[in-house]
């Protein structure tokens, strides 16, 4: 079945940096299309950045651009979005996402704070 668990999230203090990684097992990865959405306390979730098949386009929620890079390693089925100047309103749980057509899967989140 299609599995994708992210790692990487964690207690940072403002203007520091996590990398996060989404790895993706049972589907073929290079055909989805990779995501990066958040999710804060009362709050819906929202998009913050996505990646085409092959690396060809990327796209970003205007809020992280410049601080945010969102990649995949297809020979290693993974997704990466590393984040730098992290501020507290990045605070929030981060979910990876792969689409395909009208196919979508979720992984389970994990917890983004930063905090002084």
């Known amino acids: 079945q299609v599995q994708l668990v992210e790692s990487g999230g964690g207690l940072v203090q403002p203007g520091g940096s996590l990398r996060l990684s989404c790895t993706a097992s049972?589907?073929?990865?290079?055909?989805?299309?990779m995501s990066w959405y958040r999710q804060a306390p009362g709050k819906e979730r929202e998009l913050v950045a996505s990646?085409?098949?092959?690396?060809?386009?990327?796209t970003y929620a205007d809020s992280v651009k410049g601080r945010f890079t969102i990649s995949r390693d297809n020979a290693k089925n993974t997704m990466y979005l590393q984040m730098n100047g992290l501020k507290p309103e990045d605070t929030a749980v981060y979910y990876c996402?792969?689409?395909?057509?009208?196919?979508?899967?979720w992984g389970q989140g994990t917890q983004v704070t930063v905090s002084s």
């Open positions: 049972g589907l073929s990865f290079s055909s989805y299309v």
């Open positions: 996402k792969a689409s395909k057509f009208r196919f979508s899967a």
């Open positions: 990646i085409s098949n092959f690396s060809l386009s990327t």
